[in-house]
């Protein structure tokens, strides 16, 4: 364009002194000016062409950097996520130690409680073997205590009868002594009469 103004600039200082006879033709003015001209004007298309290659490749660097812009966006969001499960990370490792320990007390006291059961079950089986010899035992009291009754009721009868058996060796033997008085009019003792009624009977 500073070319092309600085060409016109001289065309018209030509067509100025175009009066002056000792000018050299026009022609021989203007032909290295086109020449110079041309030669501006494809240096300009050039120009434009790169311009619009610059200009292209602007663009590209500009959706380059939209894109790189993008991709740092979700980078730093995704870096970000990270730390947020790296701290995540970091609490659930310490429920987990948590719960490892909470693991290990449960199962101290499960195996304390097995032993607790185990020591149950083997009282329960003593009590069991205790109720069992407990029961016999008490059948067996209960025997011999019935069989202590029936004997008390043996004993009771059998004392009923020996003492009507004595109230009738009495009356017996007052009868008979009554009947052996001696010479005196005493009663022979009762000892004597029933030896001397051994005697008689064999």
């Known amino acids: 364009m500073a070319a092309q103004f600085a060409a016109e600039a001289t065309l018209r200082r030509v067509h100025a002194a175009q009066k002056d006879d000792d000018m050299p033709p026009i022609e021989a003015i203007l032909a290295p000016l086109e020449a110079e001209l041309k030669l501006a004007r494809q240096e300009i298309t050039k120009l434009q062409d790169d311009n ?5 490749l602007t663009k590209s660097k ?8 993008r ?14 499960l790296q ?27 097995v032993a ?3 020591k149950l079950t083997q009282t329960v089986r003593e009590l069991e073997e205790a109720v069992l010899a407990g029961g016999a035992a008490a059948n067996a009291v209960r025997d011999y205590q019935r069989k202590v009754q029936e004997m008390n009721e043996e004993r009771k009868t059998l004392d009923r009868e020996l003492a ?11 009868v008979v002594a009554n009947e052996w008085k001696d010479a005196n009019d005493k009663v022979m003792p009762v000892k004597q009469w029933l030896e001397e009624r051994k005697f008689l009977q064999v």
């Open 62 to 69: 500009e959706a380059a950097l939209l894109d790189a812009e």
């Open 116 to 118: 607790e059961v185990e």
């Open 164 to 174: 009507r058996a004595k109230v009738t060796a009495n009356r017996v033997a007052t």
């Open 52 to 56: 619009k290659a610059l200009d292209r």
């Open 87 to 113: 701290n995540k990370n970091q609490e659930l490792m310490k429920q987990i130690e948590i719960c490892q320990e909470e693991n290990k007390i449960l199962d101290r006291m499960h195996r304390l409680k």
């Open 71 to 84: 991709t740092v966006q979700s980078a730093l969001a995704k870096a970000s996520m990270v730390d947020d």
